[in-house]
């Protein structure tokens, strides 16, 4: 996998701290209270402990220590949550953009000493119940962490992973897999054209199929031109044919050691056991090294830089002759410096972040561009951090308007500083942000402090948050201008800054695939007879190696005698509140309240359903009450950890052909500030303004430039989404919602010059869902909290008013559920039911600007409650494991691919895929293999681990009985469905492969989105799109 800045960017927006999880684990002592015994000077099984620190704010304690033999460092972080970590990450700086750290990345995941298995990581995702396994390249770092609930597996992971980083196989042909190759097109035709191929070749030249992506490394390149920063770590395609597997090994030799290591260990589990078994098992067979990867600093620039770049057209760009893109970046302080950090973070956010931010109101109001460019605000991630503030789809002609609004705006920020709400709007957002419980919490903070550490920063301190936010405080106190002087020190008299655009060139995609062809003719014309004859031999043996069965018997596994046998009871109470039921679930949830309503969409006309989505976007953004769009921005902000909707489409756990339509409402906010949550909420059901024609155009922009752009990441969910269209009533409903359907749809709405008739719509929209007769409502909040948050949220129903007029469902067929099971005479869901419905084959094309495809086919099986699902569930993983994975990834080179079932549906599909009918066919292939029965009592323990890691995913006390909630899917329903899991044997699984995948006997639907086609083109059973 390779990390893309945008995602490090968003790091720490996303940082959500965990609370004191599992505080009903009665231990004599927690792992904090243990781990505050260790003493600086302490030597434990080759290392010496440095400093030891508590840190209550996150509950956790933090231990540093050195490895005495060869530098290398380590962090500990103890804290009473078994989701357990451990993450190692090591300096990676490469010098050129042959991507050598990514293929390293993907190669030492290929087979180690101990492990010479292919493919030990995948194989271990089989034979684990972690909660996370993952490898990531980033600028100058490459990490690969874990987690998981389970102590034996930590061992089992952490001893691959050890294996795998610090004595990997390296062979030749994981290179030629994973990095690059020159292959015949046909590995079994000598006469078939050579082609380039590999793994993360086809990875990196998806990656730069989006433009979002082309930009930010553009940026991040020519804003350091001088080390590291300049070359693409991930790996430019044309460059990548220029390394050599020897250059590759060189590469680990110098990186890959523990002199140059980072190790974070994060969890309840003891930190003796960690260190004894990454001593014994690696470090105490090196000796020390100098590493010399340090990253030296950008020498700063006299005077400001301006570049160009171009990029492709794109064809879901919402208004065609708006496709530039312009940004400012401008280079700030060293990142080890915490706190100017965490000034310059808190800063960026006040200066770019909401509707009463000076560059939203400078830049996003005016409507110059669709949004914000892809990189903008602080970005932490290199050695010194950056800002860049600009556009994306903008016209060419407002550039010289867009540089100057930037340098007005720094100017009117130095001039008139920041309203003090809006200061501690953000600073309770922080305090918001520490109280909320993530269920990732250790894989949160490996990252956090990644970037700082990998700098040699100080990792602890990067912890103490509410230091810095003291000191902060205290700043401002002393000096008003505090953040004004930043302002004019970083951004008005900095120097060192580039302005960067780009623009769409309509023979870019031809420029770049001639380059590529040109690479590539160079290639081969060096090549001699025996060249290619060795070409041809080394492909096929790629291709017996990649198709022989695979003995993984020399990993360690867990068995299924460790999976837990039964369910863990989550009890909720069921009452009404203000004649609406209500689900009340008591949480250790850190003094936070989480509120969710769900609204049901039965009485609204079809002609309205496309619309919701938009609806949802901005019901809680237009203004409500007496605030207008800015004040109820600020509001929220003040006082809640913010307020969201969301369209739903929930299958019926019985019925195929039978659904909720709904809109989700959900919101949190700290003990103290319930009433203000709930008068937001009521304002909004009361009086929404839908008024101001402006304020809807720019989120109507954002929104549908948001979803252009989610197309490259998530084309493989398009692709599902669209071949489940036609198979059951859900899945046409989730294709208008969530599918290519709405993107069209929004872009069409985009390109309106007038929407006055959309504005008139959404009144229509309020008056269906926003009142109380058809809504349920959950809250999860501490037991000490709970009476009064009732309370509350009675006087709330009692303010928001009920539909004066009976509305009828539009639809005739509405089938009432109880909500709770036992009661059939309690309160109700009220569920469509479609049973008339037809599915019907339907295999759809996206003609895409993309090099790569996403492909899926869709399969109509059986609801949750049949008694086929549970091996329909297992079955799907294991046909990835064991049979898709390598045809598809290994074999056809795409990034990803495999099956899954959900919502009644057998989905198949690729990820980034350069291939689109041998994918095909490889489904159909795998359908057979299924159907022989060629695999082992193995291969179904593997694939039920596998299940029960997703099943016993940890859950965060804010989403405890939401399941429940929402799809009425109960404890008990859940223990049946784990019983027949475990209980899915050889026969069942050749039955119902039988049963469901045999063509002719299911109705199935195909979708692809991807480029030009000629298969498709000419065959007349495809609708292209
Ligand atoms: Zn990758």
Known sequence: MFRQTKAVLQKLRYLSFNGQQHTWKQKSTSARERAVQYQPGQKIHGFTVKEVVAVPDLFLTAVKLTHDKTGAQYLHAARDDSNNLFSVQFRTTPMDSTGVPHILEHTVLCGSEKYPCRDPFFKMLNRSLSTFMNAFTASDYTMYPFSTQNGKDFQNLLSVYLDAVFFPCLREQDFWQEGWRLENEDPTDPNSPLVFKGVVFNEMKGAFSDNERVYA????????????????????????????????RQFHATHYHPSNARFFTYGDLPLEQHLKQIEEEALSKFERINPKTEVPSQPHWSSP??????????????????QNTLCVSYLLGDITDTFEGFTLSLLSSLMISGPNSAFYKALIEPKIGSDFSSVVGYDGSTKEASFSIGLQ?????DTEKVKQIISQTID???????????????????????????????????????SSWNHDGDPVELLRISDSVA????????????????VKHYFKENTHRLTLSMSPDEAYMEKQAKAEEEKLQKKIQALSDRDRKAIYEKGLELLAAQSKTQDASCLPALKISDIEPTTPITPVQISTAGGVPAQYCE????????????????????????YVPLFCSVITKMG??????????QQMDLRTGGMSVSPQVIPDSTHLDMYEQGVLLSSSCLERNLPHMFQLWSDIFNSPHFEEVERLRVLVMMSAQELANGISYSGHMYAMTRAGRYLTPAGHLQESFGGMEQVKFMKRIAEMS???????????????????????CAINATPQKMSDTAAQLESFMKQITGNRKERKPVRVNIVERPIDPLDDSGPSRKLVSELNFQPCQMKTFFQLPFPVNFVSESIRTVPFSHEDYASLCILARMMTAKFLHGEIREKGGAYGGGARMGGGLFSFYSYRDPNSMQTLSAFRKGMDWAKSGQFTQQDIDEAKLSVFSAVDSPVAPADKGMGRFLSGVTDEMKQSHRERLFAVSHKNLVEVAERYLSVGQKTCGVAILGPENETIAKDPSWIVK
Not at 415 to 443: P, V
Request: with cysteine.
């Open 217 to 248: 490394q553009h940026l991040q390149n020519k804003l350091y031109p001088d080390h590291t920063y300049s070359v693409v770590s991930g790996g430019e395609p044309l460059a990548i044919p220029n390394l050599t597997w020897e250059q590759l």
């Open 305 to 322: 830089r301006e570049d160009h770049v171009t990029c492709s057209p794109d064809a879901l760009a919402p208004d065609p002759a708006r």
């Open 393 to 397: 789809g903008m016209a060419e002609d």
């Open 412 to 450: 009117h920020i130095i001039e008139d500083g920041f309203e003090e709400e809006q200061i501690e709007a953000l600073l309770h957002k922080i305090e918001i942000q520490m109280k909320h419980q993530s269920t990732n919490f250790g894989l949160s903070l490996a990252s956090y402090i990644a």
């Open 471 to 486: 000191k902060f405080r205290q700043a401002l106190k002393e000096n008003p201008r505090f953040l004004q002087d930043k």
């Open 587 to 610: 949480q250790p949830t850190n003094g936070l309240v989480y509120f969710r309503a769900m609204c049901s969409l039965n009485t609204l006309p079809e002609d309205l359903m496309l």
């Open 624 to 633: 409500c009450g007496a605030l207008d769009y800015r004040q109820q921005a």
């Open 754 to 776: 007038d929407l006055s008739q959309v504005i008139r719509t959404l009144p229509r929209i309020k008056r269906h869902l926003l009142n109380s007769d058809n809504m349920r």
